[in-house]
């Protein structure tokens, strides 16, 4: 899948999602598709950069799609929702990174093979059984997030298995492919996407449905995102690695978060939409019970109601308001707006009265979902995207009455209002109606967009393995056995077990993390190998005190390997060097190729201290004398700071502690 | 009507299915196939020595891989090639072979809307996929059309004839004999447009030769074709097709024209010149443009006529066809250096014209004089255009331009070299008389040479110069 193509918006963080849920009970269960960047220079099809990003274009091109039939003459669900939009999908063009390929009016390159061999690496990081010929495949996508209106995308691996939790996390496949457009913009009937990142090599990652609860979720994709950042060659960084989330309860049906860019999103948004789930069952049961159970029992009727909109007090349905926020927003006709009027368009439910203020996710309800659908199919977006009669504004309730009293609406039925140009709108309330369809059957597949406070809104209809076809463009890739051994030879541990290695020498487990998780680890072991260095205090050294430098603003990235080795070596013949590690390390990222003892010198650090305990006696005795009390621990504590800072990398700080401690005592 | 042939599985239409169980298998693979008494379209549960287990179809192999691996298509759509050594066990669990038909929905007829012929002559307008396969099965009839491009039905009230399943560069005289031939048969028969489907590779060559061999028609007769394969959902062929049926149902102008993208964004078509017009680019959607010229419409939901030197539509007049056609004929691309024995060797090969794609106002190196004045006493008439594409032949302006006059060489002024090739082999279909030759190649029939050049008929925008940037990153590409 295409991970989602922009951060979602901020919305309200709401404390936390406070009803508990039995997981167990309801059934739940989650696998994770992980999206991962690989770090090439090219792109996977075509010779551009990867991972040259900008924010401007020189180049603009329109575009729309069109679904292609599927095997049983009829569209496939997404292709004929994403159809029904209409949009109109641009492209921004720059030449930087983006040829006549990412436009799709050049075929396809031969597949980027450093790309296939780094697929390849992941695959085996992760236990997969690499199979032998690789078929590059379409996956369509009509949204537009791909110029060609499908994804290139090919299985390397299948079969694999990670350690989890004392059990085992089965890896189903992992596939290479290509990356899709970033979003700018989604206003009504216009989509506009920027290239940069189109085409760039990621592998996805699918687990088996084998999770459970949702820390198990959040702790599962920490666990594939060390795997893969173990081998050091893939992206790191914003936006580099996306997980879609796959959840169901029993009687539920699969539904996909898609695009979580964090972790700690998951257990949120895996909770809710467990509840979302519970609750969209409960919801069919109380259709059922009220004879609303197939199709053809879903009537909706709808009533033009714009005039008595007109003289009512609700401001969003009238026109003034309607035309201030169309030029407001600079919408244009067919474009940013649709076609037709402004039309005010009450839909009726029969027999739906209360379905709409039914919870679904929570703090949410099932108008919620409704909205959702509207917005993304019918492209109306303007806020609050549509009213209903069971959260209608307290102060125009007799503008409700009217209007339900037009559309025959009585006790027994539901009533929705949407607003727009005529055309969206009756796209919207047909929409409405398919929506109460799927409500009777519980909980429909969909592709459901994450926010932070861990709700989710409608983004798609889930597509079938049926939007899948060969790409004839491009031939299969054979991979050999022997490319499989060499690749195997060169693999570096794997994470769990360089985790446990370093546990059992005393490491801390986030400082164990972090490394492998930044690539940090691979440099710790070479220089305990090289240096002789020990793995506690090295591990440390990396995963903490550089890691803090680093924060603090020093480009440590720069230092090459070897002079990390001089450091440690130095480390080694002269232990006090080791206190003044911050100065030295701030230097050598100035300077990279200045060597260590170099910086060492000119930082006057080789100079042994001559008669320094007769210089910290001294000091200590003046210091008393500075000081207007005779406290002792504050003289002690000044004395320090002012006899330390010169003796820092030359006397081990324990000596020089010491020394102060006499000194001070000897002035008492 | 693009003409992309596919490399992966090539299943095949139903007109050529064999019933090979092992479709496209060989050596190897067929043999290890055969030993787990497996089949094409099998549905199987495949298993390997690492015990990894594969769920999907067998599907056929294209007969230019190796015998070393069978492909499945899994159950999530992805295919997969596994190595036949590597297989240790192969479960039939069910058996779906592709069925390869497009749902036909009626066209239907709208008294108000004109009449338009499509014409196939290969490839495909548009088409429906097999997710299985990935072959794509081209939808021809009206019905099936209908089904594809449901716009049409708006446009006009469609007819189709498939003439021939060919490849455009597969096109030659006998296929451009039989396609004027069904154009004056539907025109005659009160089509208010042609519209011509046909691979975009040679399609200005068949536009060409049809403005010679059509003559007087009283409709429009329009070639279309894709340049991205009609089973992408970004694909030009559908838009083309629309746009094609709307120049040829309720156009103007009476002439052969190519409709195909105006920009490479999804906007409009451009009516060219049938004479005029080439291929500049591979791949790309705005392929097609016309050459020494500006084109002669633009059409989107509306025809904008970009000028009015055309031949108007009037159902009055009588078309007339002359297929006449040799193809004893052929251009010689000039390259410095070219070695006089070339031309002695298309002498003798019995070649009786030949079309020198000149360098520069339309000149050739000293060495090969004695070859031309071998060629033109040995009967064969040499024209002479210009590889730069734009400009004139104007042999009068240097000596070697002059000497070439001498030798019987004639300039075609600014006729592009595919369109002298076709003049010329269509003419030599009915005359060897060498100045009855030379007279008709530069008697103009349909503007293959032009008088004048407006200056807006050569542009070609050299980009990274700062107005140019200025116009692509203001307007749709
Ligand atoms: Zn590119």
Redesign the interface.
Same mark, same amino acid.
């Given at each position: 899948m295409t991970p989602s193509a922009s951060a979602p918006a901020a919305r309200p963080r709401v404390s936390s999602f406070p009803e508990p849920l039995d997981y167990a009970a309801v059934g739940l269960i989650s696998g994770l598709e992980v999206h991962q960047q690989l770090l090439t220079e090219q792109k996977l099809f075509c010779r551009c950069p990867a991972g040259r990003f900008t924010k401007t274009? #020189?180049?603009?091109?329109? &575009?729309?799609?069109?679904?292609?039939?599927?095997?049983l003459?009829v569209y496939d669900g997404t /292709?004929l929702m994403e159809f029904r939009t209409r949009k109109h999908i641009i492209y921004l063009?720059n030449r930087e990174n983006t040829c006549?390929y990412e436009?799709?009016? @050049?075929?396809p390159f031969p597949v980027n093979q450093t790309a296939v061999d780094t697929a390849i690496e992941q695959c085996l990081m992760l236990g997969c059984?690499i199979? #032998?010929?690789?078929?590059i /495949? &379409?996956?369509?996508y009509?949204d537009g997030s791909i110029? @060609?209106?499908?994804q290139r995308? /090919?299985?390397v691996g299948?079969?694999g298995v990670l350690p989890f939790r004392g059990r085992s996390l089965s890896i189903v496949?992992v596939?290479v492919e290509e990356d899709s457009c970033r979003e700018v913009t989604d206003r009504g009937h216009l989509i506009v996407w920027r290239t940069d990142r189109l085409g760039m090599p990621l592998i996805e990652t699918v687990t088996g449905p084998d999770l459970r609860t949702p820390d198990e979720v959040e702790e599962a994709i920490l666990l594939v995102g060390r795997v893969c950042r173990s081998t050091g060659h893939v992206r790191v960084g914003m936006g580099a690695s996306r997980q879609d989330v796959n959840v169901s309860v029993r009687g539920g049906r699969r539904v996909e978060i898609k695009g979580v860019p964090k972790a700690g999103w998951a257990p949120a948004l895996v909770h809710g939409e467990g509840w979302r789930q519970v609750n969209l069952l409960r919801l069919r049961d109380e259709l059922h019970r009220r004879g609303l159970a197939t199709p053809e029992s879903i009537r909706v009727e709808t009533t033009d109601v714009t005039e008595i909109a007109q003289r009512g007090n609700v401001p969003v349905l009238r026109r003034e308001e309607w035309e201030r926020w169309v030029q407001d927003g600079k919408r244009r006709r067919t474009w940013e707006l649709g076609e037709g009027p402004l039309t005010v368009l009450a839909v009726r439910v029969r027999g739906a009265a209360g379905t709409l203020a039914w919870p679904t996710q929570p703090q949410r309800t099932f108008a919620d979902e409704l909205k959702g659908r509207v917005r993304v199919i019918a492209g109306l977006d303007q806020q609050p995207i549509l009213l209903h009669g069971e959260a209608w504004p307290g102060d125009a309730m007799p503008l409700l009455a009217e209007i339900r009293a037009a559309a025959h609406c009585d006790d027994a039925d539901a009533l929705v209002v949407v607003w727009g140009p005529e055309r969206d709108c009756r796209t919207a309330a047909d929409d409405i109606r398919m929506r109460y369809v799927a409500a009777t059957d519980g909980v429909p597949n969909e592709t459901r967009q994450p926010f932070e406070d861990g709700s989710t809104d409608f983004e798609r209809i889930l597509p079938g /393995?049926? &939007?899948?076809?060969?790409?004839? #463009?491009?031939?299969?890739t054979?991979v050999t056995r022997e490319r499989v051994e060499r690749l195997t030879a060169s693999l570096p541990e794997r994470p769990w077990l360089r985790e446990a290695r370093y546990a059992a020498a005393g490491v801390a487990t986030s400082t164990a993390h972090y490394l492998v998780r930044r690539g940090g680890a691979a440099l710790v072991d070479r220089i305990v190998e090289e240096c002789g260095a020990d793995v506690k205090f090295t591990a440390f050294f990396f995963g903490e005190r550089v890691k803090g430098l680093r924060r603090s603003g020093v480009k440590t990235g720069a230092i090459p390997f070897e002079r990390w080795a001089e450091l440690f070596r130095a480390f080694e013949t002269r232990p006090p060097l080791r206190d003044a590690w911050a100065v030295i390390v701030s230097r050598m990222a100035v300077t990279p190729t200045e060597p260590v003892a170099d910086i060492v010198a000119a930082l006057g650090l080789d100079t042994p201290a001559v008669a320094w305990r007769e210089h910290v006696a001294a000091r200590v005795q003046s210091a008393a004398g500075e000081t207007y009390d005779a406290d002792p621990g504050r003289v002690l504590r000044y004395a320090s700071g002012r006899v330390t800072d010169p003796l820092r990398g030359r006397v081990p700080a324990v000596e020089v502690v010491e020394a102060v401690r006499a000194a001070a005592g000897a002035v008492r | 009507m693009s003409d992309s042939k596919p490399q992966t599985p090539v299943p095949a239409t139903p007109a050529v299915e064999t019933k090979d169980p092992l479709r496209g298998y060989r050596g190897r693979a067929r043999a290890t196939l055969e030993r787990f008494g497996a089949r094409v379209w099998g549905d199987v549960k495949a298993t390997n020595d690492a015990g990894s287990v594969f769920e999907g179809v067998i599907l056929p192999r294209s007969e230019t891989f190796d015998d070393e691996h069978i492909v499945l298509k899994l159950k999530t759509g992805y295919n997969v090639g596994i190595h036949y050594e590597r297989l240790r066990a192969i479960e039939e669990v069910g058996y779906r072979e592709a069925v390869y038909k497009i749902p036909e929905q009626a066209f239907p007829s709208r008294p108000h809307l004109p009449s338009v012929t499509l014409l196939g002559t290969g490839g495909t307008i548009a088409s429906r996929l097999d997710y299985r396969t990935g072959a794509v099965i081209p939808a021809f009839t009206p019905g099936e059309l209908y089904g594809a491009v449901p716009e049409l039905a708006d446009v006009a009230n469609l007819t189709t004839k498939k003439l021939f399943g060919v490849f455009s560069e597969n096109m030659a005289r006998e296929q451009y004999v039989v396609l004027a031939q069904s154009i004056k048969d539907e025109i005659e028969a009160g089509a208010a447009g042609i519209v011509i489907g046909h691979g975009t590779d040679t399609m200005s060559h068949t536009a060409a030769i049809l403005s010679f061999m059509v003559q007087d028609s009283p409709v429009p007769i329009v070639v279309v074709g894709s340049q991205r394969s009609s089973d992408r959902p970004s694909s030009d062929a559908a838009l083309n097709l629309i746009h094609a049926v709307r120049a040829a149902g309720t156009g103007d102008i009476a002439e052969v024209q190519i409709c195909m993208f105006g920009p490479t964004s999804d906007r409009y078509a451009l009516l060219h010149r049938g004479t005029r017009c080439r291929k500049m680019h591979s791949s790309y959607r705005s392929t097609f443009r016309t050459v020494g010229d500006v084109p002669m419409a633009m059409v989107g939901d509306e025809i904008t006529y970009l000028h009015n030197d055309y031949r108007r539509r009037d159902p009055s007049r009588r078309i007339r066809l002359d297929t006449s056609y040799d193809d004893r004929t052929t251009i010689l691309y000039y390259y410095p250096g070219m070695k006089p024995d070339l031309v002695d060797a298309l002498v003798e090969k019995g070649y009786r014209g030949i079309v020198i794609a000149g360098t520069g106002l339309g000149h050739v190196n000293k060495p090969l004089y004695p070859a031309l004045k071998r060629a033109h006493a040995a009967g064969v008439h040499i024209v002479m255009c210009v590889q730069t594409l734009w400009g004139f032949a104007q042999m009068y302006v240097y000596d070697t331009g002059r000497d070439l006059l001498d030798l019987g060489v004639v300039p075609l002024d600014n006729m592009l070299p595919e369109t002298a090739l076709m003049k010329l082999s269509w003419v030599l279909g009915s005359t060897d008389d060498h100045d009855e030759v030379l007279r008709r190649m530069r008697d103009v029939v349909n503007h293959e040479m032009l008088e004048r050049e407006p200056h807006n008929g050569y542009l070609i925008l050299q980009g990274g110069l700062p107005e140019t940037d200025e116009f692509t990153s203001s307007h749709w590409k």
């Open positions: 274009h #020189d180049g603009t091109v329109l &575009r729309h799609m069109r679904p292609t039939l599927s095997e003459g /292709a063009l006549t436009m799709d009016d @050049t075929p059984d199979v #032998d010929e690789v078929h /495949a &379409r996956k369509q009509l110029p @060609t209106g499908f995308t /090919a299985i299948v079969n496949q596939s /393995a049926d &939007r899948m076809y060969p790409d004839t #463009d491009s031939p299969p054979r | -």
